[in-house]
Each structure stands twice: as C-alpha cells, then as structure tokens.
C-alpha cells in the first residue's frame, strides 16, 4: 500500500479469510473473537486501503463511510481502536469524538488528518486522543499506532473490568455495612464506630467481618484501596 490513497461506498467488514481472499460483508460487527480496528473515513480508497493493510496484518476491521454509521453500529463491549478521519462533511471526527465522550467510551482514536487540521488536532489531543498521522499515513506508522492503541484498550478494558468487579461487590453490602465500611477506612477504631452509628462493638465486629468476607479482602489496607479505587472514599 505505501502511503493511504486518497479517491462513497456502504461500509463493510474486512477480515483474514484461510484462503487468502478478502471478503466485504455488511457492516455488522465482526463475529470474530478478538480486537477490531473500526475504519471511519468517507473516502472509499482509504477504507479500503486501510483495512486491506490491516487485514495484511492479521487485524479484523469494521469500515464506515461516516460517523452517524459507526455510531448507529458500534457495540462499546467490542475491544480494539478508531481510526478516523478528521475532515469529513456533515458531522467530522472531532464530533465524533465529542459523541462518544459523552458515552464514557474508552475506544482509542487514531486521527487521520491533513495540513489544515492543527487547531482541530489540538482540541482532539485536549480531549484525549490516542495519536494523529497525517495523510497519507506510512503503513508502518499507521500499524504502529493501531498496535498501542489495541494495547491501551486492552489495558483500559482490563481496569475498567476490575473495576466493575469491585463494584459489585460492594453493591452486595447492606447500607449498614457500607456506613461500618466508611467509618473503617477513614481509620477509626470500632469504639469510635460504635459510638458513631449507636450501635454496641460486637455489632461493629460483625458488621466489620461481613464486610471484609464480602470484599474478599484481609486487611483494612486493602480495603481502603479497593474503595479509594472506586472512589468511594
């Protein structure tokens, strides 16, 4: 491929097949287990370029031609990173990006931009872009920053999992236990959270056991981490 060419088409989903022909599907979520790169450019010679190029690499890509596609589309529970071309008429990159902001979506975005986009390119940076390449992208560049984006989407994923796991924990604690668990990682002794809640010190000794078996933790230390974590102190 060299450099992305630069020539309006449906959008579809480019994958490796065994016998070594790419296959254009509709543009449905790939099926395939693993990481997708999504291609949103509204030049069809770019989709194209960019997914065969990814495809050449053993990555599964969902092509779009704009972003209300992606968006009518895109399942967040899918792994893997956004290239997406700044400069597109109607609704561009930098609103998409705007869009899934506002979703609390992790999805790196890789911009594809051109000469003219600095001022844009810098608000995207401010709204957390992963990284830019200007048009026409080296294949090695674009495969570069595909690569560490999948492997910042990874980790993204992996701490939001945690997270989620943290969290439902804590969400099996009765309210009770969780203003026992409040009064203990804030450091006070069980005299104090007796004294506090008006309740007797075996209470707050039994309270204080669920609460540490039900966060499957063995110290207050770790306790204290989880819920800092989770922001819940």
């Known amino acids: ?5 630069t020539v ?5 989903v480019d994958r490796p097949q065994a016998s070594g022909y790419n296959i254009y599907e509709s543009a449905l979520m790939p099926p395939t287990p693993g990481h997708t790169v999504f291609v949103v450019d509204d030049d069809e010679a770019v989709r194209k370029a960019v997914s065969r ?20 589309q895109y399942n967040p529970a ?35 931009t051109g000469h003219g986009d600095v001022s844009k390119s810098v608000q995207a940076m401010k709204q957390g872009a992963f990284d830019f390449l200007s048009k026409p992208a080296k294949d090695k560049d ?3 920053a595909v690569r560490a984006a999948i ?3 990874t980790v993204a ?23 026992v668990l409040e009064h203990v990682v804030s450091g006070k002794l069980n005299k104090q959270i007796a004294g506090d809640l008006g309740i ?9 056991a669920h609460v540490m078996a039900k966060m499957k933790v063995q110290s207050v230390a770790e306790l204290a981490r989880l819920t800092e974590r989770c922001g819940t102190n």
């Open 200 to 208: 007797t010190q075996a209470t707050v000794k039994m309270h204080r």
């Open 142 to 144: 674009l495969l570069t």
């Open 157 to 179: 994923r992996r701490e939001q999992a945690k997270l989620s796991e943290i969290r439902a924990r804590l969400d099996t604690l009765t309210p009770r236990e969780r203003e």
């Open 78 to 112: 899918t792994p893997g990173c956004l290239v997406l071309d700044m400069a597109m008429p109607d609704f561009d990159g930098l609103q998409l990006q705007t869009a899934l902001n506002e979703k609390g979506c992790i999805l790196p975005i890789i911009f594809l």
């Open 1 to 5: 491929m060299g450099r992305l060419a």
């Open 53 to 72: 190029l990814l495809r050449s690499a053993g990555i599964a890509a969902a092509v779009f031609a704009s972003p209300r596609e992606f968006l009518a």
């Open 8 to 12: 309006k088409a449906t959008s579809y």
């Open 151 to 153: 492997e910042r989407d």
